[in-house]
């Protein structure tokens, strides 16, 4: 036990070290590109999407960092998404910062498939997404940054689809249909994200 616990200290030692640096404020803007972007069963080719975020960095016992962000842009199928992010920093008095964490974020649709026949689909307006990055922020001076980030995220997402169409006659005589439909939960990788910009630093 004790063997343990002195390899965990000598874990966490240096980013205690590292945390003397006053906490700090940032507010940044990021280009997106996505080599192969997957949203339920499409895949997109070249998607990109541009992303305004702020945070902050608390040094006071370890470097953490945590902010919100909002991104537009993405494919004509999406109109937006936001969230929150978590990241451990490393070496933040240098000149080359690493970041290493994570964003829980919710994506809103633009376009859904309604498919009314045997075998269609409804897609939910929003999914939920976890996405797992790495951080470069190279220093330009105290009060500006550029930002390099690489990421892949991991999409949750809602659909419907149509098992059977039944049709019923109502007391007018007149038919009228009712889909049954049968809902099941995607959890699926919608592809790398590689993603740079600038930080302005408070």
Not at 158 to 181: A, F, M, N
């Amino acid at each position: 036990m004790i063997k343990y616990l002195i390899f965990t200290l000598f874990l966490f030692c240096p980013l205690v070290s590292q945390a003397q640096e006053t906490s700090r404020a940032g507010l940044g803007f990021i280009h997106n590109y996505f080599p192969d972007l997957r949203l339920n069963e499409d895949h997109f080719k070249g998607a990109s999407s541009y992303t305004i975020k702020i945070n902050h960095y608390e040094g006071d016992f370890l470097p953490v960092e945590y902010g919100a962000h909002m991104t537009f842009g993405y494919h004509q199928t999406i109109s937006f998404s936001y969230g929150l992010s978590f990241a451990i920093v490393m070496f933040p008095s240098k000149p080359l910062v690493l970041k290493a964490g994570a964003s829980l974020d919710k994506v809103k649709m633009k376009e859904t498939r309604s498919e009314f026949f045997i075998g269609g689909r409804f897609e939910d307006d929003s999914h939920e997404s976890l996405k797992p990055f790495l951080e470069l922020d190279i220093k330009l001076d105290k009060s500006l940054s550029l930002i390099f980030q690489a990421s892949y995220r991991f999409l949750r997402s809602e659909t419907e689809y149509v098992t059977d169409i039944v049709t019923k006659i109502t007391e007018s005589g007149s038919l009228d249909e009712y889909l049954i439909l049968d809902e099941k939960q995607s959890y699926y990788g919608a592809g790398f994200n590689y993603g740079f910009g600038l930080q302005v630093n408070f």
